[in-house]
């Protein structure tokens, strides 16, 4: 457990709330919250805590501090901006984070830190979720690259391919035993790797519009698997 001086230097940089006794401090970029770019704290005017780094409380006063919105998540999670991503590091990430920025733990905090700590919260599960789903990653990374793939858009798809999506819905419609549904779920989870194997090496090679092919056909899969867990919902 943190304690002693260290505790006290950690609630000195504000990487540690006051009242947060014994909960872990995030050790990424401890050391960047000296900055030029600090905007002053909402609650004492002091110059506050960088727009990039993890120091989430200002540094005189602990007072939390509203999200920086301009951040993307794979900088805010910690990850590097790639299609690859470690799901054990973001999810460890996650906790962090949870841990430093939960409602719960602002109770008893003014109003207006109960308000920064919920808006950060939906921010850091917003993140969470999105780097955490191979598709949803793929969409946003894309996007951060200044390419979307509107909802309801064909792009062109090629006729074998639609055929194989058909062929598979129907599958999926006349399947009456739990055998046969097995076997359509394992038919797409082995496409969808095939494909997410895919748009990783076309984000490796900056290749936007052959990851944005690959990660529309992804989410033709997608929603299959949708119409699986429906189908699986007793009526």
Known sequence: MWGGRTGALLRVWGLWPAGARGRRPLGCNAASLAGNNSPQCWNCGGPGVPK????????????????????????????????????????????????????????QRSQTEKDFSEKHATLVNDAYKTLLAPLSRGLYLLKLHGVEIPEGTDYAMDQQFLMEIMEINEKLAEAQSEAAMKEIESIVRAKQKELSDNVSKAFEQDDFEKAKEILTKMRYFSNVEEKIKLKKIPL
């Open 52 to 107: 990039r780094g993890d120091g989430f409380f200002c540094p005189q006063c602990r007072a939390l501090q509203p999200p920086d919105l301009t951040r993307d998540y794979f900088s805010l999670m910690d990850c590097n901006r790639a299609f690859g991503v470690d799901t054990a590091k973001l999810q460890n990430r996650y906790q962090q984070l949870q841990r430093l920025v939960h409602p719960d733990f602002f109770s």
